[in-house]
Nanobody
Framework: QVQLVESGGGLVQAGESLRLSCAAS????????MGWFRQAPGKERDFVAAIRWSDSSTVYADSVQGRFAISRDITKNTVYLQMNSLKPDDTAVYYC???????????????????WGQGTQVTVSS
């Protein structure tokens, strides 16, 4: 069974940085895409970024392009989300998710991901 455990959230001021981690276990992930989503109170869960485990190809939401960077460490089975130039609008619970590469659902759609972590809170003050 795939398990995803996020860490690294916290309270920061606008303009500062945070790095989220997602420790993955339960199987080898060569045929997986790992994603980060976020959900603010009263809003839907939105796509942030995704990375293909096998070749590290990445996709970003327009709202974070140029500020956030997703990466993975094969040796640690961990996915990272480096968040720079944070804004109050980035405040949300951030979730790590996993899906197989054979899933034909658009990579930005939360419904295509079969495995989720518990989430980590990121709060950006102005």
């Amino acid at each position: 069974q795939v398990q995803l455990v996020e860490s690294g959230g916290g309270l920061v001021q606008a303009g500062e940085s945070l790095r989220l981690s997602c420790a993955a276990s339960g199987r080898t992930f060569n045929q997986y895409i790992m994603g980060w989503f976020r959900q603010a109170p009263g809003k839907e869960r939105d796509f942030v970024a995704a990375i293909r485990w096998s070749d590290s190809s990445t996709v970003y939401a327009d709202s974070v392009q140029g500020r956030f960077a997703i990466s993975r460490d094969i040796t640690k089975n961990t996915v990272y989300l480096q968040m720079n130039s944070l804004k109050p609008d980035d405040t949300a619970v951030y979730y790590c998710a996993a899906r197989t590469t054979t899933n034909l659902t658009p990579i930005t759609r939360a419904g295509g991901y079969g495995y989720w972590g518990q989430g980590t809170q990121v709060t950006v003050s102005s």
